[in-house]
């Protein structure tokens, strides 16, 4: 049977997309079912769930940084889902996280945009600049997991306003402004836009997909 961890009452769904399906064929099958079914395949809607398997759902998307007790997962759940459940799960991923309740109509957006890849991608390619410039790797890698980690790290801790944190860092004249000034020219808010609207789209194609290897 495919992978799924039984929570007391509930079902946490923990396989890809296209093994939903089989897994709640096997689910179906059993005596006692789970009150609560919660779904960590991306893409695949509380409605499309419910059809699988008649149940009440949620879906949950927990960043892989859960493991160090960092991780951020959001959280959606179908309309007859009771507050006592709710809470329930809300407080079962906070033991790994800060825990956000979002609609369901953001958690593609919200897939695409928390990934921890967005950051180790960020710290490779800074990295990467550094040592043609002239840093060694080493050296390279610790600038650049400063520049991102320790700053957005600061950013969360102070709570101070971000446009403010830019507007200290990024001088007028100074090497902070013309290195994120150049950035933006090439071009790198662009790719960030057309990157997430990739992952958005690669989301959804793979739900469909997964539909149609059902039909």
Not at 73 to 84: D, I, M, N, Q, S
Not at 131 to 138: A, E, F, M
Not at 200 to 208: S, T
Request: net charge positive.
């Amino acid at each position: 049977m495919p992978s799924g961890l039984a929570l007391a009452e509930d079902l946490i769904i923990a396989v890809r997309p296209s093994s939903v399906a089989e897994l709640l064929s096997e689910v179906e099958a059993l005596k006692h079912k789970p009150k609560l079914c919660v779904s960590l395949a991306a893409g695949i809607p509380l409605k499309e769930l419910s059809s699988l398997m008649k149940s009440s759902w949620a879906r949950a998307m927990p960043s892989p940084v859960s493991r160090i007790g960092l991780g951020l997962t959001a959280l959606t759940f179908a309309p007859e889902v009771p507050g006592r459940s709710r809470r329930r799960l809300q407080a079962f991923f906070s033991h790994v996280g800060k825990v956000v309740e979002i609609p369901e109509r953001q958690f593609d957006a919200f897939t695409a945009t928390y990934s921890s890849s967005h950051g180790y991608h960020a710290l490779a390619a800074l990295a990467k600049a550094a040592q043609k410039s002239g840093l060694d790797r080493k050296t390279a890698l610790l600038a650049a997991a400063h520049a991102l980690g320790d700053g957005i790290r600061y950013w969360r801790q102070s709570g101070a306003n971000l446009d403010e944190l830019l507007a200290e860092a990024v001088t007028p004249g100074g090497i902070a402004a013309a290195t994120i000034f150049a950035t933006n020219h090439a071009g790198y808010e662009q790719a960030v836009a057309k990157g997430l609207r990739a992952g958005i789209a690669r989301a959804r194609r793979n739900a469909r997909d997964s539909r149609k290897r059902r039909t």
